[in-house]
């Protein structure tokens, strides 16, 4: 059987923009609820942690059924937002841990010395919670790249060749058991 | 100069620093800190005003709230908080790139010739992680002072200052005193440190300022019992005066249950209750030889004996702590020495007992 690695190439594509967009908006806020925790800033993080409770499904009937006003339509796009806010609380999660592990002191001393907010964080926040931060997106990608259910039911609706690899390997290995049951065989 | 009156959680305190090293003296969690962070601006004070030369650093009456970078206070954080991912050259160029008009050129000058000054020229290219203690303390002080601040606030290491250390950082900001003319506020658990480096010093407790002024005179003379109690000051005793006699210039003074004759206490009348002090070692302690106590001397029972670097400090009953030299503690006889709980007789000289907040 010849090799299709469409499905392969697509789901890091997917999972790469994903990963990004869900980088651009934890960033700043893990930087605000680190830094400057403001009246209602655990509301916010409560709801941005909302998706890691609700299963995928439920996640992407809710934004579905939004879609009247919602642009959000059965296509390529759309699963990368649905990815997106997948992926948000974990790297929010992650990336929180991450810069407070930052010893204030350290951004104090760099204060002290002349810098303002951005070149504080630019070249001594950044440098020193780079692993973290590290760890955090790959860990996102990683959920990102993994995620069957939401991607699966938005993608798919996509259209041909929008089949990403989770669901692609989901097809395959129902086949493969499908055969292997009708054969009167154990699953496994 | 720098003026400073500042509430904030858990401190209230009102007070001006001139050129010189001013410290802050109190044990943990008395506020030197706090203090020091409103005025490097790290932390908002709920009210207060403080102003540095002619410039108004905070005042919440008129909500001027300047951010740390326009204050221009070097820091010297606890941790010494060297940028651990930077080499200390890089470490002191770090303020002089926020500098503008200054040239590359001329920041690479400033940072060679403060590291000369600060004897840093070999580990210079170095990482904090890869100096020795001292390099690093050094390296500190010299990030702190090369973008020219209007101030230093210091905050002492607590804890992991070792014997040799403690004598390099004393150098180093002996230099800072005498090279710069800049207030230096240094907060400080350590008494020696005040009296070694600071020419006024604020006795802080639980936020606020018990008493202010030369450490020798604050140590002579404290103000109250609390204050007494901070710097450490053993042997306070309440007492009652009884007698006053200034035509001999002395006093008589009931303590728990024995009287002294004390020194003439000006300002005071009879039966005035004050607290009365005296240095351990000034304290003349020897055992009961059978004798009867005569004036200003005191039957004790020895509770507690232990020894220290050049002395040997005598616990007994009732509070009386004293100290003398090893060299006559070793005279005692055996059995003098060995047992505790035995009798001794201990004379508190007139002219050494001090009575607190008396001139």
Redesign the interface.
Known sequence: MPLDWSALGLGLRYAGWATLLALLAALPLAWLLTHRPFRGCELLDATANLPLVLPPAVLVYYLLAESGRWPLHFSWHAAVAVGAIYTLPLLLRMMRAGLAAVDHSFENAARGLGAGEWRTFGRITLPLAWRGLLAAVLAGFARAFADFGATAIVASGAGNGWLLLPAAMAALAALYLGNRLRRGLSPA | MIQVRVAAQGVDVEFHADPGITALFGGAGAGKTAIL?AI???ATPTSGRIILDDRILFDAASQVNL???R?H???V???W?L???MSLQDNLL??LA??AGVARRERHRRVRETLNRFELQEAGPRHPHEVSPAERLRATVA??LI?DPKMLLVDEPAAGLDMALRAEWHKVLRMVRDDTNLPVLLATRDLDTCFELAASMLLLDAGRILQSGRPRNVVDQPVSVEAARLLGIRNLFSAEIVALDPGRNTSRLRLENFELNGPYLPGRLRGDRVWLCIEPGQLHAAPQDGSKPSANQVAARLERTSEMALAVRLEFAGGIVAEIARHDFEQLPKDQKDNDNKEWLVEFPPQALRVLGCP
């Open positions: 962070d490097a601006g790290f951010p740390p970078r204050r206070c070097g820091y954080a606890r941790h908080a940028f651990p991912h770090f303020p926020g500098l990030r702190a973008g």
